[in-house]
């Protein structure tokens, strides 16, 4: 789920902030690199954040692929230890 970087809430769609916090700090339509410093942090943190959930949702995909592998070539799964 995408956050808002300043206040933590919830987004529906891809932005950075929701619409309050746009409308408090005065960034409505403002680009990116015209942003202050410190909501430029946020938001470098919130991607940072949303790159490891990407990372941590491929690695999940990645281990369920292996388990239908293992199940086709073995016709069932096993309790082997996978490294
Ligand atoms: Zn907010």
Same mark, same amino acid.
């Given at each position: 789920?995408?956050?808002?970087?300043?206040?933590?809430?919830?987004?529906?769609?891809?932005?950075?902030?929701?619409?309050?916090?746009? +409308?408090?700090?005065?960034? !409505?339509? /403002?680009?990116?690199?015209?942003?202050? *410093?410190?909501?430029? +942090?946020?938001?470098?943190? !919130?991607? /940072?954040?949303?790159?490891?959930?990407? *990372?941590?949702?491929?690695?999940?995909?990645?281990?369920?692929?292996y388990l239908d592998a293992e199940r086709g070539a073995y016709g069932e799964y096993n309790e082997d230890w996978i490294?």
């Open positions: 789920m995408n956050c808002c970087c300043i206040c933590g809430k919830e987004l529906t769609g891809t932005g950075w902030l929701c619409h309050e916090c746009a +409308a408090l700090w005065g960034l !409505e339509k /403002r680009p990116f690199k015209q942003w202050p *410093a410190w909501v430029r +942090a946020c938001k470098l943190d !919130e991607e /940072r954040e949303r790159i490891n959930e990407r *990372a941590r949702e491929a690695h999940e995909v990645y281990f369920s692929d490294p």
